[in-house]
């Protein structure tokens, strides 16, 4: 069996099947074209409130700012009836996106009470409304990101791939825990396959992938794609780790090497879209993921959270690496 090979989304062919999954404040711009270059076939940006662009929110409509490096990218948007959801898609598509993509699977509350996120997958009639709504406004492939469960005593995830094919979505993404899970807990590979098996088109799993052990598991229980989460918050290339660890190849990013030179990457993408001093602020949070693991390393960490000049975090780099 070929675990990693061109996805086919509608009418977008992705290189490979491994996808950055959207994460709230952290698959920004910078992040995503990283992604890209660490191999993934395609990146989602974090979710955008519909109401909030129905309202002309600014913070809300620079998220959908596309940067040409960063395709084939796809946006993600969150909400509870159809007219926003409709005009929010439009604007995705608008900025350049080249999917869009439907959340139906977030557990945090102050999404939920919004009548939006995983509280959706209660009322399928309701998704199936939004979700056609999506699909009739735009011309770009349109997909549902949602859980196989709210809880433990019903799963879903079948029906609502199938609701999802129905409704014209070209894929769907199922992380493959409950919601009341958050996070936590295996995923349940049984409930993929189920639902994998109940449509035609490419379903893609989601939820605990850190290694290949994990894409193979998924891919053989009949998923087209798998997408990664948490494990690429610390180390964007894992999609290019994973590709080789399935070759046969020892991943290059393990390297503390190889991590500098990408975190110094990270931090020179952050500047150029955020400007020097919120962009090195960005950079700073995610700084214990990358500056590790190396003699120094605590000491080198301590100097860089105190520089606020992309020059002077060059010389710092330049020194350590000249070191390892």
Partial sequence: MTFIHPLKIGSVTIKNNLILAPMAGITDSPFRVLCLRGGAGLVCAEMVSAHALHYGNAKSG????????????????????????????????????????????????????????????????????????????????????????????????????????DCGAAAVTLHARAAADVHSGEPDVDALAKACAAVKIPVIGNGGVLNASRVKEFMEAGCQGVMIGRGAVGNPFIFQDICDELAGKTPTSKDPKKRLEIYLNLIEENIAFYGERIGINRSRKTAGYWIKDFPNAAQVRGVFVRLDALSDIRKLFAQTLAGL
């Fill in 62 to 165: 620079k998220m959908l700012q596309v940067n040409p490096k960063e395709h084939p990218v796809s946006m993600q948007v969150f909400g509870s009836d159809e007219q926003t959801i409709a005009e929010a898609v439009k604007n995705a598509e608008s900025c350049g996106a080249d999917i869009v993509d439907l959340n139906a699977g977030c557990p945090v509350k102050k999404i939920n009470k919004a009548g939006a996120g995983c509280v959706l997958m209660k009322d399928e009639a309701k998704l199936a409304r939004l979700l056609s709504a999506a699909v009739k406004s735009v011309a770009i492939p349109v997909t549902l990101k949602t859980r196989i469960a709210l809880n433990h005593k019903e799963f879903l995830g079948a029906r609502l791939a199938k609701l999802a094919e």
